[in-house]
């Protein structure tokens, strides 16, 4: 059994020794830490919290797309944790998890080529 240390940047540095086994939301959890969750599968996004350092498993999340993984976004429920990690969470780390779309439009190669025009508008 391999355990690490996640500690979490937004509350006070709190760490915590968790089992490489279980996600995170778990392990956190059973530790006393209130966080918020839903699904508990991966396909919510309500427990996302921001990775500031670390590497985490997280091949089962469904809920997040490529720009927030790339903003360091992960999904507790569903993450193992394979190193330790220092993250920010509950809704204080979701800064960056939406998009707000008349501040951040969305880039040409990200808009949908072929969007569907219902018959009546095509006449
Ligand atoms: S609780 Fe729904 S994605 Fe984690």
Not at 21 to 46: A, F, H, M, N, T
Not at 87 to 106: A, I, M, Q, T
């Amino acid at each position: 059994m391999t355990n690490f240390t996640i500690t979490l940047a937004n509350q006070g540095g709190a760490a915590f020794d968790v089992d490489q086994r279980k996600p995170l939301l778990q392990s956190l959890r059973e530790q006393g830490v209130d966080l918020p969750y839903g699904c508990k599968y991966g396909g919510c996004i309500s427990c996302a919290a921001k990775m500031i350092s670390g590497k985490v498993d997280q091949k089962a999340q469904r809920a997040l797309n490529n720009r927030q993984i790339n903003n360091g976004y992960i999904i507790l429920c569903v993450a193992r944790p394979m190193s330790d990690c220092t993250l920010e969470v509950g809704v204080e780390s979701h800064d960056k998890l939406y998009r707000n779309p008349f501040l951040d439009p969305l880039a040409p190669h990200e808009l949908k080529a072929d969007i569907a025009i219902p018959l009546e508008a095509k006449k």
